[in-house]
């Protein structure tokens, strides 16, 4: 059984916040958006396992160290981390694609800034955008979300927001 902690959108902003509400996290996947490497190597003190993708915002540092797309598997869930995935009905282009070849039982994506977990029936698969975790952008609430993952299951998902 693992505790992940997801994270999006940061913008190089960093609140102490992260690391309180991850303390307990086995895994940090952050999709995209990073902002700069600084926010990056933070999340690497706070838990044992950090997995993070490049966003469309993130500069040349961050994406020589780090994917557009990552595809593993934690504790019997195969697992797809992209910025850019969207959601059931409104796929990124070539999304579904991918989702069909990899059948992940998880997507974790950022990008939009909204908050989402939409189960996506057709395909199998749970759909996570924790939100914006960072100031910029239009979102009126800052979000993280903590799940588990525990012998294929996904359960005890948790929203926390940050503020306004």
């Not at 160290?65 to 990552?70: D, I, P, V």
């Not at 979102?139 to 294929?152: A, C, K, M, P, S």
Request: with cysteine; aromatic share 6%.
């Amino acid at each position: 059984m693992k505790t992940i902690g997801l994270i999006s959108d940061t913008h190089a902003w960093w609140d102490d916040r992260y690391a309180e509400h991850f303390a307990q996290c086995d895994e940090i996947w952050h999709a995209g958006d990073i902002g700069n490497e600084e926010v990056l190597d933070r999340l690497m003190d706070v838990a044992p396992v950090v997995r993070a993708v490049y966003g469309n915002v993130d500069g040349g540092a961050l994406r020589r160290r780090l994917k557009e797309l990552e595809i593993f598997e934690v504790e019997g869930v195969k697992v797809l981390l992209t910025h850019i995935g969207g959601y059931p009905g409104k796929y990124a282009p070539g999304m579904r694609s991918l989702l069909q070849l990899h059948r992940p039982k998880l997507m974790v994506c950022g990008h939009s800034h909204i908050l989402k977990v939409i189960p996506d029936r057709s395909l199998g698969l749970l759909v996570v955008n924790p939100g914006a975790a960072g100031k910029q952008g239009w979102q009126v609430v800052r979000t993280l979300v903590t799940l588990t993952l525990d012998n294929g299951n996904i359960t005890h998902a948790q929203v926390i927001e940050l503020a306004k």
